[in-house]
Structure formats: C-alpha cells, structure tokens
C-alpha cells in the first residue's frame, strides 16, 4: 500500500517518504583466510529524491552497502528494503541504474549501442532508443562519439559513457560508485553542475560513493560516513545547504562547516598519529 | 538381387582378382547377387568385422580365422580358391644365411595382426624362442607395410609375399641373387591363405547358404577368368583400386605369381590341407596358435551345390 | 605483409637444411645402387659400410654423393623431388583434364576435406553445446570436465577400428562417418575448452551490470556471454580444424579408408614410393594452412566489425 | 536384462546425486571435485557392463568392463613390459627432449624479432599439421626400437610448446617492460625476473596440449613396426587376434598414464603460476 | 665537468643548476588514422632540488613528457639533456626512479620481493635489501603486508608498494605519474606530507603529476599548466610557498592565490562556456 502510494506521488510531495531502509544490516565474506566482516549492524533511512553520498576509507564498505541495495550481495543479517520490497524484488521491477567504479563498457559495442544495451532488455522501441541515446550523450558532452568504440575514447571519455548508460531508462534509485574518479578537476565540476541538475529535475534518489570531500559535501542533502574493520557508519550528516548550489558555494562557511565535519569524521577512521 | 557385402583382408590389389573380376564381368549379376567389396587395411580385422555385422563374407587366412573361432567366433570355411601359400622370409645372402637354423641369433620382420601365426608355428617346430637373440632365439620386430626395414638392415630377413613384397625388394634395385628366400610351402609350414568364411550361425538360414552358393560360384568363375586373362584382370584391379596409387607394372606382375597360387584350386577346400594346416599350428610348443583341433572350421555345404 | 620477408628467409633456410640433410641421408643407398652397377665404392659391400659412419662414406666416396639426389626410393628425398611428384599429381592431373580422377592428390583432398568438414561440424557443435552446458550447470562442470579431459589420453588409433564395427553395426554404410567421428573426437576437445574460457570471459561486474537490469539468462548469453567469448571461439575453431584434420588422416591411416591423403600416405608406405607419402603430407600441409588462413581472415573481418581489435 | 535396466537406474541415481552435491555449500572442496567424477565414471562403466551383458554384445566387438577388469589383473607382467617400452622409453623421452628444445629454441629465437616474425608463423602451420603421417618416415629413420617412437613424440609436442613459449615471452605488458628499462636492467635480468615469470601460464598452457599428444603419437607410430612389445604394438596386435579385452586393458593404462601426466603438469602449473587470475579463486 | 660537480656538491648548495633541460621537444605519435602531437615546443628546465608537477586535461602529454625523461619516449624533434647528458644515458646510470599511472607490480612476487626487485637489478647486498624494504614500507604504512601478494592488497595499497619500489634504491631523480589517484583523502594528505618529507630530506629531483590542483600547489615549487591537441605548456608557475609546509597552509590566502592561477590556467584548456 506504502509502495504503491510512493511510486505514484510525484517528486517533490513525497520527499520525506523512505526509499531505502536498512536495519542492523551485517555482512561477512567468507574467504580462504577467514572471514571479513564488510558491513556491521549498518542503520539508514533514505528518502525519496535524496541525494546521499557515502564517503570512507578504502575498504571501509561503501561498495558493498551499495551492492546490497541493488542486490548484488545479500546480507547476512539484518534487514533491508526497498520501497518496502526486498532488493531482489525492486530488482526485477528494474528500479535500478548502476553506474560501477570502472566503467565496463561493452568492448564490442560502441559507446551508442553501450547506452543502448538497458533499453534493448527493457523493451524500448527502435525510435525511443534513438531518441533517448541522443539526449544523454548530450548530456554527458559526448555528442559525436556515439558511433566510436570504448578504447577509442580517454579513460574519462569512458567513464562518462558509463554514466550516460546508467541514465539512459528511467530508473528511480541511481548508484554511483565512484563515477568521478577518473577525472580531472574541470570536467569533474563541470559534471557535478549536471548531475544536480538532473537531480533536481527528475526528484530520484541517488546514493553516490566518492573519495571527495568537497564532491560530496556540494551534491549531497545527506553524507554517510563510514570507517574499515568493521565496516560501519560512523556519522551521518544531513546538509544544511539549499539545493539550488551554484559552484561557489564551496567557497562559503557553511560549506566549510560542514566540510569540516565530514574530514574529522573521516580522519577518526584512519590511524595516523599526526 | 540380393545384397553381400564382402570385407578382403587387405587393400585393393590383384590378390583379390577373382572378386573384383567376377563384380566387373558381371558374374555376381548373373547369379542375381549386389556384391559390395570392402577393401581391408592394416587395422581392419576382417573377423572383426563380420563379427559386427559389417560384411557377410570375407576374405581371411586359416590360421587367424581358426584362432578367432577358439576365441568364440565361430568362423567357417565354405571355400578356398587359393591352394598355395606365398609366404616367405627374404634375407640378404650377405648375411650367411644359408638354411633355416642360421636364423638364430638374427632379427627377423615379421607381420603380426594375426598374420604372425605361421611365423610362430615354424619357429616352434625349429625349436627357436622368439623372445630375442640367444643361442636358440631370434629377435622378431613387428614389420610395418613396407619392406624398408630389409633394405636399410635394419632386420636381417623380413616377410615377404611371392606376389607381393618381394617384387618391391627387387623394384628397389636389389638383384635376386642377393637374396635368399625360405618359401614356407617349402618348408612344410605352409598353412592356408586367402579362403572365404562366413559366421556358422548364417549357414543354418537356407536362403543366406543359397546366397552363398551363387557367390562362390560366381566368386570361382571370377578366379578362372583371371587365371586365363591376368592382364586384364590386373586392368580391373587397377580400375576398382579407389587410392590411384597403384601401378599396373605392380598388379600384372602380382596377377602372375597369385595365378600359381590359385591353380590346382577349384574353390572346394582340400581337407588333407586343412589337416595339414591345423597340425601346423597345434605344433606351437609351449605357446601354439590354437590349443586343440577344431571341429566344424570347414564345411563342403557350400562348395558342392557350387561347383557341381 | 611486414612478416612476409622474414618468413621467407625462414623458409629458404629451412629448404637450404633440408638440401643438406639429403646428402648423408641418402649417402647409403645411393653406395648400395652404385655398387650393384659395377662402380667401386669405398668400402665394398653394404654390411661392412654398416659399420662406417655415413660422413666417412661420404668423404671416401665423393662422386657418388650427388647420386642420393637423385633415387627413386629415397629415405629423404629433395625439395624439388617432392615439389615435382605433387604438381605430377595435382597441376599435371589438371592440365590433362583429370584433377577429379583417383590419381590426382586434388581428388583425394577432396575426399580429406569432406570427412574433415564433417568433423570439424560435428566437434564444434558438440564442443560449443558442451559449454554452454557446462557454463550453465554446475553438474556438467563438475562431473563432464574431467572426463573431457581423460578422454583426449585415449588413443584414439585404438578406438578407430571399434567405432567403424560399431557404425557398421548401427547400420552405417561406408567410411565417411566413421572418420568423421574420428575427427570430431579429436576437435571437439580444444572447442570445448576454449569456449568454456571464452563463455567465462565477461568479468564479475560485466556480469552485474546485467543483473541490475534484470536480465534473463538468455538475454546474459546473447548480449554478453557470446559476444566475449568471439575472440576465444575463433581461436578454439582454427586449433579445432587442425585438430579436425589431424583426426581424418589418423582415420584414414589404419581404417582402410580406401581414399583420402591419410591412405595414400599408408599406401605409400606400403607400396614402398616414399615420394608419394612426401607428397601427400605437403598436400596435407597446404590444406590445413588453407583452412585455418580462411578461418583467420573471417576472425579478423568479424572481430574488426565488431570493433574488437584495432 | 534386469541388470540393464538396474544400471539404468543406477546411473540415472548417480546423476541426480551429483546435482545435488554440485549445487550444495560444499561444492568447491577437494573432495567434492573428486567425488562426483569419480562416481560418475563408476556408474557409466557399471551402465556399460549393463548393456553390455543386457543386449548381448558380442566381446569380440565389445567387452565388459569386467572382463576387462579381468584381463587386466591377469596381464599386469606384459602390460608393464608395455607401459615400459612406450610411456617410460617413448613418450616421456620424447616429451621431455621436445619440450625442453622447443622451450630452450623459444627464449633463444625470442633474441631476434627477425626470427620470431618468421619463424612464428611457420611454426603455428607447422603445429596445425598432421604430424602422425611422419609417423613411417620417422620409423624408417630412426628404427624399431622406442627412438623412432621418441622421435615422433618430440616432433608432434615441439612446435605446440615453441609457439605457446614465444607468445608467452612477449606477454609481458609495457609497464612491466618499461619498469625495468627505469632499472636499465640487462637482457638476462629482464628475461629472468620478468619475461620468463610472466610467460610461465603460456608454457604449461603448451606442455598441457603436449601431454595429450604425447601419448598419442607414441603409439601411433607404433603401428608403423616396433619390438614385439609396446601399447601400440599390443593393441594393434590385440584387434587382429581379437583379444579386444587386452585392448581395452592397453587403453584402459593409457588413460590413467595420460591423466597421470596431465594432472601431474597441471598440478606443477598450479605451483608455479598461482599467481595467475585463472588460479585463484 | 659539470655533471661530475652537480653529481657530488650536496642537495641544498646546487639548489639552482639545471638537471632537466628541454628545448623546443616535439613528439608526434605515428597512428594508424594519422599523427597524433603529443608534445609541441616543450621548453622546460627543471633544476636539482625542484619539486615539479605537471598538471592538465587528460590527454594533453603528461605521460609522455615523463616517458621522454626517462628514456622510455624518444623526441621527434627538440633537445632534452638530463645531467647534461642524453636521457637514455642517465637511464643507463640509474638516475630514476619512476612511479607509474597503475601499480603493476609484478603478481609472482610478494610486496617485499617487488621492492626488492631494482635492488637486486642494481646489485645491493642481501642485509641491504632487506633494510631498504623495511625502511620503505614504514614509509608508506604498509608494515607487515611485505609477504603478501599484490591481489591480496586493496588498489590503494597496491599503489603504495609501487611507490615504496621506486623510494626502495636511490635514484636522483623521481618520476611520479599521478601516484595517489587511487587513494583517499585522507591517505593522500598523509603520502602528501610523507613525500614533502622525503624530498627535504634527500633533496632529490621530483616530477609529479596529478589531476589535483591543492596537490599540486601543496607539493610543489615549480606547477607546469599543460593544454592538449597539440600537447604543449601554457603556464609555470614558480611556487611562492615557503619550503616547509604544514598541511594547514593550504587555507592561507597565498595558497588559495596560486590555486586559482593553476585553475584559471586549467580551464582555459577545457571548451565549457559554462
Ligand atoms: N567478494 C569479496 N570477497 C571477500 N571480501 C570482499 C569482497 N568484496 C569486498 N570484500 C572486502 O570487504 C571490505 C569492503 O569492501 P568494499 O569494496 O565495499 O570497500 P569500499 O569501501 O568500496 O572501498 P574502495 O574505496 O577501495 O572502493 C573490504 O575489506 C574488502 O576486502
Ligand atoms: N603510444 C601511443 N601511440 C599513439 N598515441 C599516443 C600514445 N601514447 C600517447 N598517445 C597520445 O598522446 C597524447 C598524450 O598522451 P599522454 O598519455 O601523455 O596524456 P596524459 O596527459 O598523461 O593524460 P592522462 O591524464 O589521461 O594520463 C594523447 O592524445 C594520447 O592519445
Ligand atoms: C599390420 C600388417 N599386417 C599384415 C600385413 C601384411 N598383409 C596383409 S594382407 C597380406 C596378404 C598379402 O598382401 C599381407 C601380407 C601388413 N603389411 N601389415
Ligand atoms: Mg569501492
Ligand atoms: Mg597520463
């Protein structure tokens, strides 16, 4: 009944509604030198049209939390759901768009038939494919190479690729796992400008990984911050910054504050005397 | 017509004339026959394959169809165009071999695949192991298709055919006066070749043992033909030859000599011959061919209501 | 096009080793027949020079080594001996109008390529359903890999006359079949093993991405399984034809297939005319470099379509 | 008859169990990857005594299993005699002699890009030959006795190792070349603690199909004249004097020798290249 | 003469005689589809004791730039000397170290053994090598993973062995190219000051690149602003920054001055209007 009224509410009235809901969520890798213990009683709320970024130390979970909302992974303990459906069920509805740390382009395809490739198995006509290949390679500033294959493009041509691809249907949950990494500066802010725009337009919900401190603290209304061995959530920080966010909003105390915060949260995680 | 598939014990060539003249002249035709000839290989066992199914009749040496029949394939003889056999062991002369008892202490070539059985049997009637060069042995390699291993010395004598390999040793330039042979007719070994066995069980079925008797009689019209005109009938081996890698030189000069083995033959088989055979191979000392006299290997069932 | 002149050299060296090993090869029966025709050889007779290494005889008998290029029956025969009896059966057939007769090597080639056609039909399917099986099912990798394996150490000589009673048996006419079984059984191993790697190839987060679409199985193997495992396919097919090839001749070797290049080298042998074995194994030779050279230009032309390789 | 169809059953049982056991947590031990071939072998050799004893087969055409069993146990003097004479003499002189030239001629031809560009296409056709129609030539020139055998053997495994061997050594990637020129190491550094490391899953890549092959062409060319002893020489023999139970037997060891061989290769492989992506797990 | 005097006087006394001298190099890549200008008119000098990074939009020759000094690139036109001799010369001497764009270390080896391996190149004792690694994997906080192979270590550590193996013998010259892409914040802070530290101490000659502006100008005394299609450098700007740098002089004004220069200068590569 929730679900329902969920998915058919528009962006904006249901805002407060939960999309995502994890409760004492564990995981353990059982691997040949023992187990890893990559998610430890993890508890966290997401809205709809949240743009949540996690942020970490290498190996603190951030991945992994993010395969188990797409169920990719399942859990060893706990509970999680999505629009109140197990992941595996919002799975299947294809409520997903993926976008992995590396780009993993198909390499016999070229980048159009890439971003093709969702909607042939989501059973788009000929003319939508068309129709919405054109419009994300815009929006991703790669008009013109639809018809070139992934090696040869630059590694950040690739990357953006893989983020067009992961646009391209109409997924409600977007997960971005590290999708700015390969980039340099420029097209990184370049690209943060478009992806808050396209947030704001379509109202999804996005649950985004970076390495960046001021990435993370200008696209998100919500910063997850999490620390290794065992992998779990040290603090949780919802943005007091508006959402319409022109670049130099970095340069504001208030954008420092909160920068501040997430830096101590982070140092906390590693063990570094000075 | 009816259908015989026929399984020779070796490739096409004039050692199978009669057949193959009897299939070319119309002869099989005549007795309302569809013959097929299967030509044999060096891994093709024609016992076999009859035991198979593939062939109903087929072309093989006594002394491996008896041995096959001690194995529980009971193999029957129901005719014998060959009277003669054409075996023999060729050696260089240079080597001092003058007569059979100089073999010990040699290495001699010998065809195994069942063809080995009369090699064994005379050993053992000289008394001579086999199991490598002594004082009374002899070192046996296993000859492949070709007479190389005499001519490069790697072996001091190899098994020869009358019709057949020796012709090669003379064809690479060696003169017949280099040569020594021991014929085993002459030896008193000889054991028969080339006859036509069917599966005893066949024969009780009145029509398989009609088919037969019209296959024989066509198959002897077939020998004689060739007896009387070897060139062509060489000609008609040559033709049926599928590789196209033999030469007519080779097939006439094969006809010739397999003509003295057929004659004194009228396709019935001689039981003193045969007796002569078994005794041969029973002389196998500690390890004969066969361990006791077989009974029911031959039958006159089919050659009389043939060739009378 | 940039390899063409070193593999040239290559070649010319090794003819030029070849050239040069016919001399001591042949050194004895070339004494053997100079001897028979009255010449004075250095030592007399051919079992005493038995025990003479065959430089020494050709130091001590230098007219006649030239005489081991030119026999009839030779242990090694020379590149232009072998070059003259393949174009007497091949070129010299066609000219005269008979390329198809039984005497023309083309014909027999024929007859090789069809059976290998054949097998290489069979392997291949059999290779490619196995793994597809085997990638699919877990009991298949488990219980058929091994077998696979332990089936390629059997001697395939020994099964060969069993396979063409039993095909006689299950009513089969003729040899075709039977060396067509022979040589699927020796194609389809390296078929299966490459296409088990290729159908392996897309990597984990290939894999996922496709989950996260909610694929079916079908979907994964048509849009990312196949397509991955081209370059491991074309690969599998070129080792599987030759592997194909490979299993007619050993068919056509001891079964008595009374045609083809396989026994024509048999009756060579038999028959004592080394040159026809020579030639039928450079026959051999030529139609397997034909057949993986046609299945190369088709992998390059489709991967190149596909965008593969640069 | 019922034995036929016990075996059926039987066999069909077998299958279903080993789906369970492949679909089980348990899958990935040791003694899983072993048990459910192994059943599976048993109980297709116990479906073939089945209908072999339940349709009559004749054993001259096919044996049973039993027999076969049988004539094994009551032949182990001659089937040593023969695995001495063939696998021990032939194959593993051959193979070892192959291999090690066609391993020692890769790293010298690698030298020389000149020789590496001829010679690698020549040996990829020469490798796609069929190498047993030398098998008569090769028996005519180095005799009866297991050289010849030995002979075939290295040239049927030599070219597979020669073009797996090269390929590897120039697998390297050209970071890990261009770090050690950063090192200015020399031609036999780079080659020992670079090239030959990183070409090692090629080589047994190469030794693997050699193994297979190994065998084969031993007792291939054994067709072609040997000693009155050898697998080849036997099995020939067996088929014309239809002792096909000793066929079956001399196949029977070929298979455990070959597996032997290739598990043995692969064993040292797992060794040498676990670092590999393909070795973990 | 000259290279013999900058090869014996100590770090600080030869602070300003030129080890890098590039003059008018050009380098063009010959490609299936035409020639690619990597490099066009690179003039550079980079002297003993520098600290030089080399920033700029992807593609525009970094790489190559670091290739051509260390002999693995050979000019198509122009003059580079390295210690006045030619770069392949200095190569032969041993003169660099080199970090590359990935870890690739060599996955046979165990981490102690990969920094082992120029050491035994280079002919150290057995004692020798065995104190080298302890000393670099103290360095890089990768103390008891030496008997671990690469694939057991997540990327960012298998970075850091890579950058222990080319800290591990002494080269004069250190190559970087882009060492801490793949490392977070707060483990990049740390390398940061690690690496500032190595540098004071030993006074060696380093070329760094990175896709990082407040990298850049923390690290460096001299920032080398590149621009692609032709690759070429549009901008050096001499730091002004004292050589000793606590983390914290990154929000000192002088600091956030330079950052804009590099950053204008960046743009200025790029083609947004926005
Ligand atoms: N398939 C797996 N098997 C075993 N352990 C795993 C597996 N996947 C991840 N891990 C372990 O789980 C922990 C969390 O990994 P995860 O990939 O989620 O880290 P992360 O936060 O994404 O790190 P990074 O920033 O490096 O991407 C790590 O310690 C990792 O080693
Ligand atoms: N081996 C090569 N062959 C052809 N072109 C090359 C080669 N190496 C580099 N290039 C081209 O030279 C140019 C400069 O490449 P380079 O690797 O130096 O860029 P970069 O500045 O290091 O970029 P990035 O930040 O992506 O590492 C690019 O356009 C690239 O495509
Ligand atoms: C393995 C093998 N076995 C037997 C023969 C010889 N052979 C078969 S049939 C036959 C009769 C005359 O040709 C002879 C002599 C051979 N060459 N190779
Ligand atoms: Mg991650
Ligand atoms: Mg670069």
Chains 1, 5 share one sequence.
């Not at chain 2, 009859?50 to 193999?75: C, F, H, N, Q, Y």
């Not at chain 2, 040793?169 to 030896?187: C, N, R």
Request: hydrophobic fraction near 45%.
């Amino acid at each position: 009944m929730e679900t329902d009224s969920v998915r058919t509410s528009g962006a904006k009235a249901s805002e407060r509604s939960p999309v995502i809901e994890a409760r004492k969520l564990d995981l353990t890798f059982q691997t040949n030198d023992g187990a890893v213990q990559a998610l430890r009683d993890v508890n966290l709320t997401i809205n709809k049209g949240d743009f949540v970024s996690f942020i970490g130390p290498s190996g603190c979970g951030k991945t992994t939390f993010l395969r188990v909302v797409a169920a990719l992974e399942h859990p060893t303990g706990g509970q999680i759901t999505v629009n109140g459906m197990s992941p595996d069920e919002a799975r299947r509805k294809r409520a997903y768009g993926y976008v992995f740390q590396a780009a993993g382009l198909y390499p016999w395809r070229t980048i159009a038939k890439n971003i093709k490739l969702p909607l042939e198995i989501m059973g788009y006509s000929r003319a939508q494919q068309d129709e919405q290949v054109a419009r994300v390679l815009k929006l991703v500033d790669l008009e013109g190479f639809g018809e070139k294959y992934p090696w040869q493009l630059s590694g950040g041509m690739q990357q953006r690729a893989s983020i067009a691809r992961a646009l391209a249907f109409d997924a409600e949950i977007l997960l971005m796992d590290e999708p700015f990494g390969a980039l340099d500066e420029i097209v990184r802010d370049h690209l943060n400008e478009q992806l808050l725009a396209l947030w704001g337009r379509t109202g999804k919900t996005i649950g985004f990984v970076t390495h960046s401190i001021p990435e993370a603290v200008y696209l998100s209304t919500k910063i997850v911050v999490m620390s290794p061995r065992p992998g779990r959530i040290t603090d949780v920080i919802e943005s007091t910054l508006p959402r319409e966010r022109p670049l130099d909003i970095r340069d504001t105390p208030e954008f420092l504050a909160i920068a501040h915060r997430v830096r101590e949260g982070l140092r906390a995680g590693h063990a570094y005397d000075d | 017509a009816d259908e015989v598939k026929l399984q020779l014990k070796w490739v096409t060539q004039a050692q199978f004339a009669g057949y193959y003249v009897a299939l070319d002249q119309g002869f099989y035709e005549e007795e309302d026959l569809d013959v097929t000839i299967l030509p044999g290989g060096p891994d093709i066992a024609p016992t076999q394959v009859i035991a198979g199914g593939g062939a109903d009749v087929t072309i093989e040496w006594m002394p491996a169809a008896l041995a096959a029949r001690e194995k529980g394939l009971p193999l029957v003889n129901i005719a014998q165009p060959f009277k003669s056999s054409g075996m023999m062991l060729t050696c260089w002369k240079d080597t001092g071999i003058e007569e059979p008892m100089d073999l010990v202490n040699r290495t001699l070539g010998v065809w195994f695949f069942g063809n080995e059985f009369p090699f064994m049997s005379w050993m053992s009637s000289l008394g001579i192991s086999t199991d490598g060069k002594a004082e009374m042995g002899v070192e046996v390699l296993k000859q492949g298709f070709n007479v190389d291993p005499l001519l490069q010395r790697q072996a001091d004598c190899i098994s020869t055919m009358t019709y057949n390999e020796y012709w090669q040793v003379i064809d690479a330039g060696v003169s017949p006066d280099e040569l020594i042979t021991f014929k085993y007719e002459d030896q008193g070994v000889a054991t028969l070749e080339d006859g036509i066995y069917v599966l005893e069980e066949n024969l009780a079925d009145p029509e398989f043992e009609d088919k037969m008797v019209r296959f024989v009689r066509a198959s002897m019209k077939g020998w004689k033909w060739a007896e009387e005109n070897p060139d062509d009938a060489a000609m008609i081996v040559l033709d049926n030859d599928e590789t196209g890698a033999q030469t007519e030189t080779h097939q006439k000069r094969m006809m010739g000599e397999i003509a003295k083995l057929t004659a004194g033959s009228n396709g019935a088989l001689d039981p003193a011959d045969y007796e002569r055979t078994v005794s041969t191979l029973l002389t196998g000392g500690s390890d004969p061919v066969i361990s006791k006299e077989p009974e029911g290997a031959w039958t006159h069932q089919i050659s009389d209501k043939a060739l009378n | 096009m940039k390899n063409a002149f070193p593999v040239l050299v290559v070649l010319a060296a090794i003819l030029a080793l070849w050239y040069a090993a016919v001399a001591p090869m042949n050194i004895r029966t070339a004494l053997d027949q100079a001897e028979r025709a009255g010449a004075a050889v250095e030592p007399a007779g051919a079992r005493e020079r038995l025990e003479v290494s065959v430089w020494r005889l050709m130091i001590d008998n230098p007219d006649h080594v030239s005489e081991g290029y030119a026999l009839d029956r030779p242990r090694l025969p020379t590149p232009v001996q072998v070059g003259e009896e393949l174009w007497k059966t091949t070129g010299e057939m066609v000219l005269k109008g008979r390329a198809l007769s039984k005497r023309s090597l083309i014909y027999h080639a024929g007859i090789t390529l069809q059976s290998t056609l054949w097998g290489f039909l069979l392997g291949t399917t059999l290779g490619i359903l196995g793994a597809v099986a085997i990638v699919h099912s877990r009991v298949m990798d488990m219980s058929v890999m091994p077998w696979a394996i332990i089936s390629q150490t059997i001697p395939i000589v020994a099964l060969a006359p069993m396979i063409i009673v039993l095909s006689s048996q299950l009513g089969i006419e003729g040899r075709g079949v039977p060396k067509a079984i022979i040589s699927a059984y020796l194609c389809y191993f390296p078929v299966l093993v490459g296409m088990v790697k290729g159908l392996r190839a897309p990597t984990a987060s290939q894999l996922d991405l496709l989950r996260t679409y909610n694929a079916s199985q079908r979907e994964t193997f048509f849009k990312l399984r196949l397509p991955a495992s081209l370059p491991y396919l074309f690969t599998s097919l070129k080792i599987g034809i030759a592997s194909a090839l490979v299993g007619t001749i050993v068919g056509e070797l001891p079964t008595g297939a009374i045609s083809g290049l396989g026994a024509r080298i048999l009756i060579g042998d038999q028959f004592g005319t080394p040159l026809a074995i020579w030639a039928a194994l450079l026959a051999a030779a030529i139609l397997a470099g034909a057949l993986v050279t046609l299945l190369d230009v088709l992998q390059r032309v489709t991967l190149k379509r596909m965008g593969m390789q640069t | 008859m019922n034995l036929l169809i016990f075996s059926v059953i039987l066999w069909c049982g077998v299958w279903a169990m080993n789906r369970q056991i492949a679909n089980s947590p348990d899958r990935d031990d040791r003694a899983a990857r072993i048990f459910v071939p192994v059943v599976l072998g048993g109980a297709t050799l116990f479906l073939w005594e089945g209908l072999v004893t339940g349709l009559g087969v004749s054993p001259v055409i096919l044996p049973a299993p039993s027999d076969i069993a049988a004539t094994f146990a009551a032949s182990t003097a001659t089937l040593w005699e023969d695995f001495v004479q063939t696998v021990l003499k032939g194959a593993l002189t051959g193979y070892v002699i192959g291999c090690t030239a066609a391993f020692v001629i890769a790293v010298l031809i690698d030298r020389s890009s000149f020789l590496t560009r001829g010679l690698l296409p020549i040996g990829n056709f020469v490798a796609a030959l069929p190498i047993v129609g030398i098998a008569p030539i090769l028996v005519s020139w180095f005799g009866f006795d297991w050289q010849s055998k030995a002979a075939v053997v290295v040239v049927m495994v030599f070219f597979p190792v020669l073009v797996n061997t090269v390929q590897g050594l120039r697998e390297t990637d050209a970071m890990q070349r261009d770090l050690m020129r950063t090192y200015a190491a020399g031609y036999l550094q780079t080659l020992i603690k670079l090239r030959l490391p990183a070409a090692m899953p090629f080589v047994f890549n190469g030794l693997k199909i050699a193994s297979t092959l190994a065998l084969i062409g031993a007792i291939v060319a054994e067709y072609f004249g040997s000693p009155t002893r050898g697998m080849g020489f036997r099995i020939s023999t067996g088929v014309g004097s239809l002792s096909i139970d000793l066929v079956w037997a001399e196949i029977a060891v070929a298979a455990i020798v070959g597996t032997l061989l290739y598990g043995g290769v692969s064993w040292i492989e797992k060794a040498v290249t676990f670092w590999h992506p393909s070795q973990r797990r």
